[in-house]
C-alpha cells in the first residue's frame, strides 16, 4: 500500500509539472506576440512619419492609383493584406483650399445654342451667335444680367461675322471676335475679325487672320491679341499656327498678324 501511494503521488506530481510546464510555454508564446506586435506598430508609425516627411520635403503628392487596384488584389497571396499601387505626382497638381461652391438655377436662355461663345464682363454675360439647329444658326447676341437675374439686351451680329466655333477674347470693356465657320452644318471657316465695344454696342472690322480656324484659342496679354491652334480648314487637321497683333480700344494698330512662336499641340476648343 505504501509504494501504489507513493507511485500515485509521484504520477500527480509529473501531471502537475507538465501543466505548469504547458502554461508557462503558452504564456512565453503569448509574451512574444504582443512584443512583436507592439513592435511592428511602432515600426509602421515611424515608417509613416517619415514617409509623409519625405513627401512633404520633396514637393510631390501621392495619389492611390485605382486603376492597378484590381490587377493587384488578383496577385496579392491569399491571407495577406492588399498594399495598394501609388503613383508620384508633383505638388502642383495638389488641390488648393477653396471654399465649398453650390450651383444655383439661373433663368433659361431665350434661345439653344451649340457651339456658340460666352464671355462675361462685369456683372453682364454676353451669349454669341451659335447653332440653334444643325440647319440654322442665330445671327444675335443675348446678355444676361447678373445682378437682376435677367436676361435682357439683345443686338444683331455683323453680316459677314461667324457664327460658330468663334475665338473671343476681352480686356474688359471689347471683345474681339476671330475666325470661326460661317453659316450652319459643317460649313467653311473664315478669316475676318471683329471687335465689339460694349458700351457703345458698335462694331470694327479687323485685320483678316492669315489663315481660317475653327474655334482657336484666344487671349490678351500685354495689349496683344493672341490666336492660337484650332482647325485648320478641313476641320480635322489640328493647327499649331500662333498669330498677334496690337489692339487698343477695340482696334487693331498694326495693319497685319505677326507669326510667333508655334505652340506644341494644336486643336480646337482648347481655351
Avoid at 43 to 65: C, P, R
Avoid at 71 to 81: L, S, T, V
Avoid at 209 to 223: F, K, V
Amino acid at each position: 500500500m505504501g509504494k501504489l501511494g507513493h507511485d500515485t503521488k509521484h504520477h500527480l506530481s509529473s501531471k502537475l509539472v507538465f501543466l505548469l510546464f504547458c502554461v508557462g510555454l503558452l504564456g512565453v508564446v503569448f509574451i512574444a506576440d504582443v512584443v512583436w506586435t507592439s513592435s511592428s506598430s511602432i515600426s509602421s508609425a515611424y515608417q509613416s512619419v517619415a514617409f509623409n516627411w519625405a513627401l512633404q520635403t520633396s514637393g510631390k503628392v501621392l495619389f492611390v492609383n485605382a486603376t492597378d487596384k484590381k490587377d493587384n488584389e488578383k496577385e496579392a497571396p491569399r491571407g495577406k493584406k492588399h498594399h495598394p499601387a501609388y503613383k508620384f505626382l508633383p505638388a502642383t497638381y495638389a488641390d488648393l483650399p477653396a471654399p465649398e461652391l453650390e450651383w444655383e438655377q439661373m433663368p433659361s436662355a431665350p434661345v439653344p445654342r451649340l457651339d456658340g461663345y460666352a464671355i462675361q464682363i462685369k456683372n453682364l454675360l454676353y451669349a454669341f451667335a451659335g447653332y440653334g439647329t444643325l440647319d440654322y444658326v442665330h445671327s444675335h447676341i443675348d446678355v444676361y444680367n447678373f445682378t437682376d437675374d435677367t436676361w435682357g439686351e439683345r443686338f444683331d451680329i455683323p453680316k459677314d461675322m461667324a457664327h460658330s466655333h468663334l475665338g473671343i477674347a476681352t480686356d474688359g470693356r471689347y471683345i474681339y471676335i476671330v475666325s470661326g465657320q460661317y453659316g450652319p452644318q459643317c460649313r467653311t471657316a473664315i478669316t475676318k475679325s471683329f471687335s465689339l465695344d460694349t458700351e457703345t454696342k458698335k462694331w470694327r472690322s479687323m485685320p483678316p487672320l492669315p489663315a481660317p480656324r475653327y474655334a482657336p484659342a484666344t487671349q490678351i496679354w500685354r495689349g496683344r491679341l493672341h490666336v492660337m491652334g484650332g482647325s485648320k480648314e478641313n476641320r480635322h487637321t489640328p493647327g499649331v499656327d500662333h498669330w498677334s497683333i496690337a489692339v487698343k480700344d477695340g482696334e487693331a494698330i498694326e495693319k497685319e498678324w505677326r507669326t510667333e512662336v508655334p505652340i506644341p499641340r494644336g486643336g480646337p476648343h482648347s481655351y
